[in-house]
């Protein structure tokens, strides 16, 4: 088992710090309002319409730190004058277990945060920090899968050096449309 661990990333010219943390059930409030945003129901799987649901999800992603195959995070502005920071997105490493070289990472973010550099910073944090903890596993791969037309999500991709990999045909119902796989190997992340 890995323990849960917050990662902090600093503020740029444009955006602020983040602090990626694990979930809480204090944030489901917040889980239910970000969740009820059309476009983030267009581009992902989160189904969360009420405090039951959100208890509900938070648990699951808790649970995958307990077991020790999900890392999910909550993105939270990290502004030390106001507590807490907003809430801005969620980011994961799935699919992780030692000996096994590839991953997946996962993420979504919040309607206010969008367009500010949230995204990309978190999953760098994220992919930096799985590659030093599973590294010495034998991670040597993340992949990183998003909905065909999910044109944000390849911007993002892009500025994190996944590697366009192929469009894949969809997986119903865990992947119901066609998509793209992008890909980080853990040498040309090191480059970068």
């Not at 902090?8 to 489901?28: F, G, I, N, Y």
């Not at 978190?122 to 599973?134: C, E, G, I, N, S």
């Amino acid at each position: 088992m890995t323990a849960p661990v917050p990662l902090h990333v600093d503020a740029t010219t444009t955006a602020p710090a983040l602090l990626l943390r694990p979930w809480r059930s204090t944030d489901v409030p917040a889980l239910v309002e970000v969740c009820r945003d059309p476009a983030l129901r267009r581009w992902t799987s989160v189904r969360v319409s009420d405090e039951a649901d959100g208890l509900r999800w938070v648990e699951a992603q808790r649970q995958g730190w307990t077991t020790g195959d999900r890392f999910a995070f909550a993105i939270q502005e990290a502004n030390p004058r106001r507590s807490p920071g907003q809430l801005m997105g969620h980011v994961v490493l799935k699919a992780v277990a030692h000996g096994k070289p590839s991953a997946e990472v996962g993420y979504w973010t919040a309607a206010p945060a969008r367009g500010r550099g949230v995204a990309p910073r978190a999953l760098q944090a994220v992919t930096d920090w799985a590659f030093r903890t599973f590294g010495t596993h034998g991670l040597r791969r993340i992949e990183l899968l998003h909905r065909l037309g999910n044109q944000a999500s390849c911007r993002v991709a892009e500025k994190t050096h996944f590697a366009f990999d192929r469009i894949l045909p969809a997986a119903p119902p865990t992947f119901p449309l066609d998509g793209h796989l992008h890909v980080l190997r853990r040498e040309e992340q090191r480059a970068t």
